[in-house]
């Protein structure tokens, strides 16, 4: 069993991102500039913001955090948008995610130049994506894909079960690993919370990539030997032995599952991290351009 260290990784890719910013800087280009809106005060969009601004920092990244009280209108986010859209000093930037109730999510995302959705969320990017044409691609599965690439794991010919349809990681994972590319050409099967038999679908599965949000989900029983298994889920737990009071648990059971695997991420240390780094890719792409 290889373990998949996300947390090695991004800071290998940060490492690379942050000697490219250097040689940019020093031929008197400005550094790539991510902003962030944030609105409201929700405990792991908070940290997921917070994250984002470190990983800018260690990449040479100048960062803006942009805040909104949960009361914000629409019309007030998307004046801002237009703002960020316009403004040459901005590669990227992204609007965390979930946005209160009275707003229409989808239609802030449209209002995202596509050039600097480096979230990757826009219809625009995601229809790029679908078609195999350059674009931004979702931070989770993008920073997935990186791992199974620098991991060398075989995907060519090989069954993945995508477990979770969302727009952020179930739908661009499944198009991902059946492109023809390498990583790629899987056979993929998406199940979700209508799919009957997902224990013996998950059976026949190479590559699991398990994106439900359901902590423990996947069971022993449920994996081949041999298999590849990818967890991105990140619930957070009681637990009164941490100070916080909680921790995070995966869709995995990891430790009656991992003796089982060929690779395996843990949680937390595993997509996590990648996900940020792919957004840090996403943005110094932003900034030289697709
Ligand atoms: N909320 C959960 N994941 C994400 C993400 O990748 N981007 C944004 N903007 N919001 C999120």
Redesign the pocket.
Known sequence: MTLIDGKKTAAEIKQEIAAEVKEMTARGERAPHLAAILVGHDGG?ET?VANKVKACAECGFESSLIRFEDDVTEERLLEEIKKLNENPEIDGF?????LPRHIDEQRIIRAIDPSKDV?G?HPINVGNMSIGLPGFV???PAGIMELLRRYGVETKGKRAVVLGRSN?VGKPMATLLMQKSNPGNCTVTVCHSATPDIKEICREADIIVAALGSPGFVTEDMVKPGATVIDVGTTRVPDSTRKSGWRLRGDVDFDNVAPKCEFITPVPGGVGPM?ICS?MMNTLKAKKGL
């Open positions: 969009s997921y992204i609007v965390q995610l979930p979230d969320f979702s931070a989770t952020i996900t957004l």
